[in-house]
């Protein structure tokens, strides 16, 4: 019940496509739901994140399209560009009392070629 | 820009051995996390830490790993008797506050592995 599935596990776009990453979760105590970025050898970086009482939102090529009835999400990259390729992992949030604890996807590594 | 920084950004150890994982997170930050990522899949959480306590800690953590913040600037992961599978990324986080809206900032990881 903790699981974040995510899809696909990997992705090939060419530039100025649409790069579009799934997710779903079943545990609906889960409160936030940031996208995290990550290159190799780098720590993952937050990209975009939403609130469970927004359907979509929007900062500049990047979208989260968030349906809570059907416990989905996704982000969408627009005009996807080769500086984009990366692994994006999506997670979920929970306040633990303690802190905010993450439960993250398995990953999609987003190749985008020229 | 604040950062998270974790040193060494390569340990290689003998099956065993104790570790310590070290980071220093950001120094207003108040909760501070450990994460792992084995190389591949996805990255699992570990541990929370407020307040120089754990407070939320995964099935992963067991009694081979402890936390630490020994001074006012570090956060230590130590892995008392290293396992072939401990081989992973370990990553620190810290957080400005417990909330929504409250962003995680990572560590670039620290690459443990285990021969």
């Known amino acids: 019940q903790q699981q974040v599935k995510q899809s696909p596990q990997s992705l090939i776009v060419q530039k100025g496509g649409i790069s579009i990453i799934n997710c779903a979760y079943e545990?609906?105590?889960?409160?936030?739901f940031p996208w995290y970025q990550q290159f190799p050898g780098k720590g993952p970086a937050l990209l975009i994140a939403i609130r469970p009482d927004v359907s979509e939102k929007k900062e500049g090529r990047f979208t989260i399209s968030f349906n809570k009835s059907a416990k989905q999400f996704s982000l969408h990259i627009m005009d996807s560009q080769p500086g984009d390729s990366a692994t994006y992992f999506c997670?979920?949030?929970?306040?633990?009392?303690?802190?905010?604890?993450?439960?993250f996807g398995t990953g999609t590594q987003l190749k985008v070629e020229l | 820009e604040p950062e998270v920084t974790q040193t060494p950004s390569h340990q290689v150890t003998q099956m065993g051995q104790e570790v310590i994982l070290r980071c220093v997170p950001i120094s207003n930050h108040l909760y501070f996390y450990w994460y792992r990522q084995i190389l591949g899949q996805k990255v699992e959480f570990l541990v929370s830490?407020?307040?120089?306590?754990?407070?939320?800690k995964s099935e992963i953590f067991d009694d081979q790993f402890s936390v630490e913040r020994p001074d006012g600037s570090n956060f230590t992961l130590k892995i008392r008797s290293t396992k072939l599978e401990d081989s992973a990324m370990y990553f620190c986080a810290s957080t400005p506050a417990e909330g929504l809206n409250t962003e995680a900032f990572f560590g670039q990881g620290t690459r443990l592995t285990v021969v």
């Open positions: 545990n609906t105590a889960f409160d936030y």
């Open positions: 830490f407020y307040n120089n306590e754990i407070s939320e």
């Open positions: 997670a979920a949030q929970i306040l633990t009392g303690g802190g905010n604890k993450l439960t």
